[in-house]
């Protein structure tokens, strides 16, 4: 049985030689950096609470990927639920400054498959390029293209099942609406 002291210097060695691959599975599992860092950074804190539990463990590694990979699964559980919710929550109308029409415009993005609805907002509401957005979500520009080209053809027949016959403003210059 390992004492105390030398438990924790255990878990420091281990922090140093195994979190790189602790985060590469995390991340594996995940798909994004920082919540993979943040689920081995948890794992680390629940080690140095218990120092000798890791220490004496058959394999202190997979000990450690197994914490690692149950925090990192309670994580992706947990924000696929939180958009699942928020995706349910439709704009509130009574929100100052926003007409009805952007309201009905967010209503129908909401409604969009996810790569859709990050591509059309990144580039109506926060005013980036086709390669900035490529950078931001790590895709090609290529993928970009086609989910706005989709996003729009989605949100035209969305918006049109949303507005009020005769009107004759395009679907296009709908989305760009802002007051």
Not at 84 to 101: F, N, Q
Not at 147 to 172: F, M, Q, Y
């Amino acid at each position: 049985m390992v004492e105390a002291e030398p438990a924790v210097e255990a878990v420091e060695r281990l922090y140093r030689e195994a979190s790189g691959q602790l985060v590469l599975a995390a991340y594996a599992l995940t798909g994004d950096l920082a919540d993979a860092q943040d689920a081995v950074q948890e794992a680390f804190v629940k080690a140095f609470q218990r120092p000798s539990r890791v220490a004496n463990a058959d394999n202190p590694v997979a000990w450690m990927r197994t914490v690692t990979i149950n925090i990192a699964r309670g994580r992706y559980r947990r924000h696929r639920r939180l958009g699942v919710l928020l995706r349910r929550i439709p704009p509130d109308p009574a929100v100052p400054g926003l007409a009805p029409d952007r309201v009905a415009v967010l209503t129908a993005v909401s409604k969009l498959p996810s790569g859709q609805r990050e591509a059309i907002a990144l580039h109506y509401f926060a005013d980036m390029s086709v390669e900035e957005i490529a950078v931001c979500l790590r895709t090609p520009a290529g993928t970009v293209k086609s989910r706005l080209s989709r996003g729009r053809e989605a949100l035209a027949g969305l918006l049109s099942d949303e507005r009020p016959s005769g009107s004759d403003d395009s679907k296009t210059a709908y989305i760009g609406r802002t007051g």
